[in-house]
């Protein structure tokens, strides 16, 4: 199969023909129809990934049809549109059996743990926990939009902070999760206050449903959520990952507010210091969110039919495969609008 193949960290994304992917007795393989290109790419490709191995196959967003399955899989799944979580789960050990199969104690991710979904096939373990069959009218790039990104900000805003329609939202960083995070609670009944440094980005992020936005480059956020507020948010999401925007985000809650870190923090942003008189003081609560388990698609699905989330103006650039290498060093400038897909097999809709 053609995939996009890197010998080192920060080596150049390289067109190649490698092995198609045999699926393991319990897993499946998938026909890669469309692919996104994700920060995390970028902090696995720059060497920030501790697991993953050289040289590597990257990729975690995808939607496609499954053309093959191992013989212990269960499920009628030959034929089928599918997607997966980035976070794989064995389904068998205890964290499992509770449902939380994205949080696996030995999970697998794609693009990660093993070759991804830059590529014209990606395998799948565990098909019969981890795959996700898509609604009949969902296309392919719009369901591998929803990837790490969209499915990580809906699982964070409803499950995790359980937002409430009235309530207030404060979004830091307006890159794919932070998009998918002003459109979800938007759609929810919030309202969305969202903060970042480039004027496209906050100008889509109004366009999905923020009732404002603040250029963080021109004037400290806080004082104007504070006032747009009322006295602070009932929820803030640090979608970006760093030391400053997890501070702002705890910093801008009214008393008993939630913060939800959705952004990774990795490299010389990990470990930051914690507000914890504040927190006590003013009995604020701090979640974190890490994908979304498998079993949550359907619930994802409904909420996508009733709160007519627009999904498509989630989607920026889309690619040929070969331009991976590309797509990946704008992640280093936060340079994407919107969510870049890549095509392994020529741009389909269907």
Known sequence: MRAILVDAPRGVPTPATVPDPVPPPHGAVVRVRATGVCRSDWHAWVGHDPTVRWPHVP?????????????????EWLGARVTAPFCCGCGACGTCRAGHTHLCEHEFQPG??????????????WADVNLARLPGG???DEAASLGCRFMTAFHGLVERAALRPGETVAVFGCGGVGLA????????????????LVPAKLALARELGASLVLDASEADPLPAIAEATGGGADVTVDALGSRATSAQGIGSLRPRGRHVQLGLLLGGEADPPLPL???VRHELTIVGGHGMPARAYPRLFRFLERGRVPLARLIGER?????????????????????TLLHPTGPIEL
């Open 181 to 196: 995070a002003v459109a979800i609670a938007a759609a929810a009944g919030a309202r969305v206050v969202a903060v970042d």
């Open 319 to 339: 690619r040929p495969l070969d331009e991976a290498g590309a797509a990946l060093a704008g992640m280093e400038r936060f340079a994407p609008v919107g969510v």
């Open 59 to 75: 990729g975690h967003e995808f939607a496609g049809e499954v053309v093959a399955v191992g013989a212990d899989v269960r499920g």
């Open 112 to 125: 990660f743990d093993g070759w991804g979904s830059f590529a014209e096939y990606v395998a799948v373990p």
């Open 138 to 140: 969902l296309p392919f």
């Open 277 to 279: 008189q504040r927190v």
